[in-house]
């Protein structure tokens, strides 16, 4: 089946610093969302895009849908101590046989300590 | 504003007991989706359902059953509860199939199994 390979699978952060972070497929993807799930909570939607080489901002967070449509790409401006938590990934191709969305591993940020 | 609300929070069960997980969204969405969360593993897809009535297998069914009697609720049973059924479950919908607005996620079931 289809799978997402999100990277890194973890990384520490200081506050200030800028994070990236992506995600690749050997499939193409008609849509592209992120999410970022906080420590006992499920996961919320951050951002959404649905055009190869879509750029979209959602205050100090951008994405981009990459223009061969198999992977993308989030990047966190200056954090702060409440970016940490897990981002997810997920892909959907309206032509799959489920058209479900498929989610990556996710990447889960923490504080330095 | 209640969207997808999960009923128990936490649950632990031994090992051969049966429970039902229930699932409740008041945004009129069509589609249901219950998953599940391991460590390194992400989420991983047990059974979803495109409408009332309806049910299909995800990647991980086995061991499960799932109803969607009504368009708003959808149940996830384990007949048999074991030890690798540990894990925290969540439940999503969508207006349709995963496009255009996501999925709204449930807060979550942390369910242990000894």
């Known amino acids: 089946g289809q799978q997402l390979n999100q990277s890194p699978q973890s990384m520490f952060i200081q506050e200030g610093e800028d994070v990236s972070m992506n995600c690749t497929s050997s499939?193409?993807?008609?849509?592209w969302l992120w999410y970022k799930q906080d420590p006992g909570e499920g996961p919320v939607l951050l951002i959404a895009?649905?055009?190869?080489?879509e750029l979209t901002s959602n205050g100090r967070l951008t994405a981009q849908f990459g223009i061969t449509r198999k992977d993308s790409f989030l990047n966190i401006s200056a954090s702060i101590p409440s970016d940490v938590g897990i981002y997810f990934c997920?892909?959907?191709?309206?032509?799959?046989?489920?058209?479900?969305?498929?989610f990556g591993k996710g990447t889960k940020l923490s504080v330095k300590p | 504003n209640a969207g997808v609300t999960q009923t128990p929070k936490f649950r632990v069960l031994k090992t051969g007991q049966s429970m039902t997980l229930l699932c409740a969204q008041d945004?009129?969405?069509?589609?249901m989706y219950w998953y599940r969360q391991d460590p390194g593993m992400g989420l991983r897809l047990i059974h979803y359902?495109?409408?009332?009535?309806?049910?299909a297998k995800g990647e991980v069914p086995d061991g499960y059953n799932v109803s969607r009697l009504k368009k708003q609720n959808f149940l996830l049973g384990l007949e048999s509860a074991a030890p690798s059924q540990t894990s925290v479950y969540f439940c999503?919908?969508?207006?349709?199939?995963?496009?255009?607005?996501?999925?709204?996620f449930g807060s979550g079931t942390r369910l242990t199994v000894v």
């Open positions: 999503a919908s969508s207006y349709s199939a995963g496009a255009i607005y996501g999925y709204t």
């Open positions: 499939s193409i993807f008609n849509t």
């Open positions: 895009l649905y055009k190869a080489g």
């Open positions: 997920a892909g959907l191709n309206y032509g799959g046989s489920q058209g479900n969305l498929i």
């Open positions: 945004m009129n969405h069509e589609y």
């Open positions: 359902s495109v409408g009332e009535g309806t049910t």
